[in-house]
C-alpha cells in the first residue's frame, strides 16, 4: 500500500505535463501499469463521507467579503490553482510531495523549476529541507497547501493584487485514495475559506489525467460527492454564470488520455443534463487544435459533436509557442479562427495565459534546455494585450502555484537555494507577475485603457 501512495501522490505531476507536444509518455506508461495497486473507486468516499471532523463537509461559516461578483464568468481572470504541495511537517506522510523526490534525505532532486518567496509565510507552516541552504546561510523551507495557513496567505495576495479568483485544480484520479482524498479535499476547503475572506470567486476545474483504467463513474462519482457533501454550487462564492454553477472539465480530446468520444459525451450528458447533478455551465478544457484535429487532439471523426456540445472552450495554449512569432501563428489560427465558430454557435471562449515555462528539473534536463522565457513579463502580457484586440472577456491563467513547469505567477523568488538550478525573475520584485496580472485584468474588463506593452505606470497592491 505504501507503494500505492507513493504512486497517487505523482499522479498529477505525470498528468498535468499539458504543455509540450512532445510529452513524457513514458512515465504515463509507467503510471498505467501501476494503477491496478491503487483501492477500488468507492474506498475514499466511503472513509470520509461520514465523519464530521472534515471541514469540507460542512458549509463555510466565517467572514465573508463580496468584492467580486460571482454570478458571472464575464470580465474574469481567473488563475489555476494546482494545491498539491505536501511537507513531511504536515502529517499526511507524503513527504515533499511534488516539490521532489528524496528530499526527506540528502541526495533527493527537485521537480520544480522555481522557487517560491516564503518570507511572508508564517514559519509555522514551513518545513526545512535536509541540508539544504540558502545564500545567507539559512536552512531551505518550503510551504505544504494542505496546511491552511499558506492557502490563505495566496487567496490574501489574489485580493491585493486585484486577481478574481481560481479555478481549483482537481484530479479525479485521486478521489480512489483516501490519503490523497483528504488532501484535495482539505485544499478545497482552505480555497472556499481563502475566497470568503478575501472576496474572490472560485470554481471546480476537474481534471481526467487518470490513466486507461479511468471511468466515467469515478468523475460522476466526485461530482455527486461534491454535491451531495460538499455542496459546492450553494457556496455563496462558487462562481455562476447563466444562472448555472460553472465546471471547467479538462482532458478530453488528448491524444495521451484515454477518454473516448463515446465517454466524452456520456459525461458532458451528465453534467449538462442530469436531473439532480446537471444544469452546470461546462467549458470544456481541450487542445489548441480541438477545431482541425491536428497537433495533440486525437483524430476521431466523432470528436468535433463532442467538443462543440460544451458550453464554452478554453484551449490549453501553455507551452504552445515560445517567442512572438509563434504566439502570431496561434492567434491566427487558433483564437481568430476558434472565435469566428464559436460566436456562430453561441459557444462561450476561455483561451489561456501563460507567463513562460521550464520543466529542466522534472525532465532532468540541462539548465534552459526547455525553458520558454518570460521576457520579463512582456511575453505574458502580449498574450493578454491580444485577447482584448479580439474583445475576449474571460482568461484562464496557467497557473497560480505552478512552480514545477516554471508557468507560477505568485510571488517566486530571485534567491535560490544554494547549489540547485532554479529560475528566477531576473531580479524583477517577485510580486511582478501577481501586479501583471491584476492590471491585464483591469485592461480586460475595461477598467484601464488598452496597452499594447506593459504599462509605465503598475498598480502597487492594496492592504
Known amino acids: 500500500m ?8 505523482w499522479i498529477p505531476v505525470i498528468g498535468s505535463n499539458r504543455e509540450f507536444t512532445g510529452r513524457p509518455r513514458g512515465f504515463l506508461a509507467l503510471l498505467v501499469a501501476l494503477l491496478p495497486l491503487l483501492p477500488g473507486p468507492a474506498s475514499a468516499a466511503e472513509t470520509t463521507a461520514d465523519k464530521t471532523d472534515e471541514p469540507w463537509l460542512v458549509p463555510y461559516t466565517g467572514t465573508t467579503r463580496t ?7 464575464d470580465g474574469k481572470v481567473l488563475c489555476g490553482y494546482q494545491g498539491w504541495f505536501n511537507t513531511p511537517c504536515d502529517t499526511e506522510g507524503f513527504g515533499f510531495g511534488h516539490w521532489g523526490q528524496g528530499l526527506e534525505g540528502t541526495n533527493g532532486r527537485f521537480v520544480v523549476d522555481m522557487w517560491p518567496d516564503e518570507s511572508e509565510y508564517d514559519p509555522k507552516d514551513l518545513c526545512e529541507v535536509p541540508g539544504l541552504k540558502m545564500p545567507d ?54 480555497i472556499r475559506e481563502g475566497c470568503h475572506r478575501e472576496g474572490r470567486v472560485w470554481a471546480m476545474m476537474l481534471d481526467l489525467s487518470m490513466g486507461r483504467q479511468a471511468t466515467t463513474s469515478i468523475v460522476m462519482d466526485d461530482w455527486k460527492f461534491l454535491c451531495d457533501k460538499v455542496k459546492v454550487p ?11 454553477p460553472v465546471v471547467l472539465l479538462w482532458g478530453l480530446g488528448f491524444k495521451d ?85 464559436l ?28 525553458t520558454i522565457p518570460r521576457q520579463k ?12 484586440e479580439l474583445g475576449i472577456r474571460s482568461v484562464f491563467v496557467g497557473m497560480f502555484d505552478e512552480v514545477n513547469e516554471g508557468t507560477a505567477i505568485y510571488k517566486v523568488a530571485n534567491q535560490t537555494p544554494v547549489g540547485r538550478n532554479f529560475v528566477t525573475l531576473e531580479g524583477l520584485p517577485t510580486d511582478w507577475y501577481l501586479r501583471l496580472t491584476g492590471a491585464a485584468t483591469r485592461m ?16 502597487l497592491p492594496v492592504e
Open 67 to 73: 468584492d467580486i461578483d460571482p454570478t458571472t464568468l
Open 2 to 9: 505504501q507503494h500505492a501512495l507513493l504512486i497517487m501522490t
Open 377 to 388: 513579463g512582456e511575453f505574458y502580457w502580449r498574450q493578454f494585450a491580444i485577447f482584448k
Open 257 to 341: 488520455r484515454p477518454w473516448t468520444p463515446e465517454q466524452a459525451e456520456q459525461l458532458i450528458k451528465f453534467f449538462k443534463d442530469d436531473p439532480r447533478y446537471g444544469g452546470v455551465y461546462l467549458i470544456g478544457g481541450v487542445d489548441p487544435a480541438w477545431r482541425t484535429l491536428r497537433g495533440e487532439s486525437r483524430t476521431d471523426p466523432a470528436w468535433p459533436k463532442v467538443y462543440r456540445m460544451f458550453d464554452a472552450i478554453s484551449p490549453w495554449d501553455a507551452g504552445r509557442f515560445r517567442d512572438n512569432a509563434g504566439m502570431d501563428r496561434v492567434r491566427t489560427n487558433s483564437w481568430e479562427a476558434d472565435l469566428a465558430e
Open 343 to 370: 460566436k456562430v454557435l453561441g459557444i462561450g471562449y476561455m483561451p489561456t495565459a501563460f507567463p513562460g515555462f521550464s520543466w529542466d528539473n522534472l525532465r532532468q534536463k540541462p539548465p534552459g534546455t526547455t
Open 444 to 459: 480586460i474588463r475595461n477598467e484601464a485603457p488598452f496597452s499594447a506593452g506593459i504599462p509605465d505606470q503598475i498598480p
Open 234 to 244: 450553494q457556496d455563496a462564492r462558487y462562481l455562476h454564470h447563466q444562472g448555472k
Open 137 to 190: 546561510a539559512s536552512p531551505a523551507r518550503l510551504y505544504s497547501a494542505y496546511l491552511k495557513g499558506p492557502v490563505l496567505l495566496h487567496c490574501k495576495w489574489m485580493r491585493q493584487y486585484g486577481i478574481d479568483g481560481v479555478f481549483v485544480s482537481r484530479f479525479v484520479g485521486e478521489t480512489t485514495n483516501p490519503s490523497r482524498f483528504r488532501h484535495i479535499n482539505t485544499v478545497l476547503a482552505n
